[in-house]
C-alpha cells in the first residue's frame, strides 16, 4: 500500500522516508504498548510530519553507532602549528559561487582546525570574500567517516563534510552512484537564532540513476538536529558499506540510504570545506563580518 502511496502522490525521497518512518512508528506506537513507547512515538511521528509536509528536521532516532570488526586506519587531531601534508592537501583554491577560496584561510589553533569566512581587500585573487577546502591525499572505498566540529554561521557560508567520486556527476561514469557518487555527510545551512537554527542537511549525488543520460540526480535525505551546533562540537558520521550508507549525528542514526543504483564500489576523498554563498546572500553584511567552521578532529576506520 505504501508504494502505490508514494507513487500517486509523486513524493521525493525525504519526503517517502517521513511516510515510511511515519507508518513504522505508528505501527510499534500500538504493538508492544508502553506508555514511555507510546509518547516516544508520537514525537517522533510529529517531526516526521513536519518533515513530509514542510521539510523541517527531525532528530536523531536510529541505531547507536557500533564500530565492532573496526580499524582506525586515519586519525588528525589538528595538534601543531600547521595542516599536514602528509595527509592533506588544499582544494580546489580560485572562484567560487560570490567569492573566492584559498588556502590562506586554513589554520591550526589550540588543537583544531579552523577556516575562516571573510572579506578581504587583499585575497590572493582580489577584492572579495573568502574560504578555504581541504582534503585527504587518500582515498577510501567503504568505512566509517566522522568529524568532530563546530559549525559556521550557514547564512553566506556553509561548513560541510563529505565524500566526493573522480566522477559523480558524469553518468559514463557514475553509473547511477555505482561508479561514483558525492556524499554530503553534513552541509550546514542554519545560522544562530534561526527557528531551525541546529541542523544540517545531509545529500547524496550521483548521475546516471536508472538510466538517465543528462544532468545528474540528488536526493536530499533530510535535514537533522544537532546540538547547539555553532557554539558547541557535535560529531557527524557516516558508515559506508558494501550495502547502503548510514548517517550519524553524535553516535546515532539519523537515516540510511541506497540512492541510485547501488552504493559506490569506487574509491571516494574525504573533504573538509568552507563554501562561498552567491554574492546576493551577503548583501547588508558589513565587510568586517566574519565566521569560523572549527574542526577538533577527523577519524576514519575500516573492517
Known amino acids: 500500500m505504501l508504494d502505490k502511496i508514494v507513487e500517486a502522490l509523486g513524493l521525493v525521497y525525504r519526503e517517502e522516508w517521513a511516510l515510511r518512518g511515519i507508518f513504522a512508528y505508528l505501527e ?19 517531526e516526521l510530519v513536519g518533515m513530509l509536509l514542510f521539510g523541517t528536521p527531525v532528530s536523531p532516532r536510529g541505531q547507536e553507532l557500533d564500530l565492532t570488526g573496526y580499524e582506525l586506519v586515519m586519525y588528525d587531531e589538528f595538534e601543531g602549528d600547521t ?8 582544494r580546489g583554491d580560485g572562484k567560487q559561487n560570490g567569492g573566492y577560496s584559498d588556502k590562506s584561510q586554513v589554520s591550526l589553533r589550540d588543537g583544531n582546525l579552523v577556516i575562516t569566512g571573510e572579506y578581504l581587500e587583499d585575497g590572493a585573487y582580489g577584492p572579495g570574500w573568502y574560504a578555504a577546502s ?4 587518500e582515498w577510501y572505498v567503504n ?10 554561521d550557514g547564512a553566506n557560508f556553509w561548513s560541510a563534510f563529505w565524500l566526493q567520486a573522480h566522477h559523480p556527476y558524469e553518468a559514463e561514469y557514475s553509473q547511477g552512484g555505482i561508479g561514483g557518487a558525492e556524499l554530503d555527510i553534513f552541509e550546514c545551512f542554519s545560522s544562530p537564532g534561526q527557528l531551525f537554527g541546529d541542523c544540517v542537511t545531509s545529500t547524496i549525488h550521483c548521475a546516471g540513476v536508472d538510466g538517465v543520460q543528462e544532468g545528474f540526480q540528488s536526493a536530499i535525505l533530510g535535514d537533522f538536529k544537532g546540538k547547539n551546533i555553532h557554539e558547541e562540537y557535535n560529531t557527524y558520521g557516516l558508515e559506508w558499506t558494501e550495502d547502503e550508507y548510514i548517517f550519524y549525528i553524535n553516535g546515532v542514526e539519523t537515516t540510511r540510504s541506497t540512492f541510485g543504483n547501488g552504493v559506490s564500489k569506487a574509491e571516494l576523498n574525504p573533504i573538509i570545506s568552507m563554501c562561498v554563498s552567491d554574492i546576493g546572500k551577503f548583501e547588508g553584511y558589513e565587510k568586517d563580518y566574519k565566521t569560523e567552521f572549527i574542526v577538533d578532529y577527523v577519524k576514519i576506520y575500516q573492517k
Open 83 to 90: 595542516l599536514d601534508y602528509d595527509t592533506w592537501f588544499h
Open 134 to 137: 581541504v582534503a585527504t591525499n
Open 28 to 46: 510499534n506506537m500500538f504493538t508492544g504498548f508502553s506508555i514511555k513507547g507510546f509518547f516516544a512515538g508520537l514525537m517522533a511521528v510529529i
Open 143 to 152: 568505512g566509517y567517516f566522522e568529524i568532530r566540529c563546530i559549525c559556521s
